[in-house]
């Protein structure tokens, strides 16, 4: 298995995401490579990560610029294939504006950048990166953005439901989605969505964040075990 970690100008977690990956060589034999927004080749890899931070210095929009970066192209025909892609946070925002997922991320209901754990769960355990996670039980994952509020118009989010591309809500410890709950206001407390085809995904939380027991949380691990254990089965 082939990760690609796409680094951008103004990218800040792609090497937390390629250590979370390296220490997984031992179980799961991966490979992982930086990819440079400038590439036009994705070496290839089976598995592309969009990762987190400030993409062109979150000019315009969040992930609006990045959208237009040279490997997107080559993104989006990947994933068009059928090709497995992972957007975390800033990435989230780069899928969106790409129209690879559908909806958009707004600015927080407080208009304050917010940075601190929260409790995520998976509305299914059918998707690729939730097939070793329990639905009943709260993901403790950690949030840093400005720009978090998931939204999308009427008819978008009643194909959201219809085709079941909801993947994480927001939910207290005890894993009862609340508005409460809630950092940033998103529409139905949604965390992570998923395009139509399942093949393409986004979340804001970080799960690199929380994968060693140096930071004291490995609940993102469940998420990047969750990918082994789909691909595998698929192979």
Known sequence: MKFGVVVFPGSNCDQDMVDVLENLKARHKN????????DHDLQGCDFIILPGGFSYGDYLRSGAIARFSPIMQQVSEFADKGGFVLGVCNGFQILC?????????????TRKFICKNVYIKAVSDEFLITSKLNTHKALKIPIAHGEGKFFAPDQAMREIYQYNQIVFKYCDEKAVVTFDANPNGSLDCIAGISNRRKNVFGM????ERAADTLLGNTDGLLIFESIFNS???FN
Do not use: Y
């Not at 804001?204 to 799960?207: A, F, G, N, R, V």
């Open 31 to 38: 490979e992982v490579v930086k990819l440079w927004h400038k």
């Open 97 to 109: 504006e790409a129209n690879l997922l559908p909806g958009t991320l707004l600015h927080n209901n």
């Open 204 to 207: 804001m939380p970080h799960p």
């Open 231 to 233: 691909i595998e089965i």
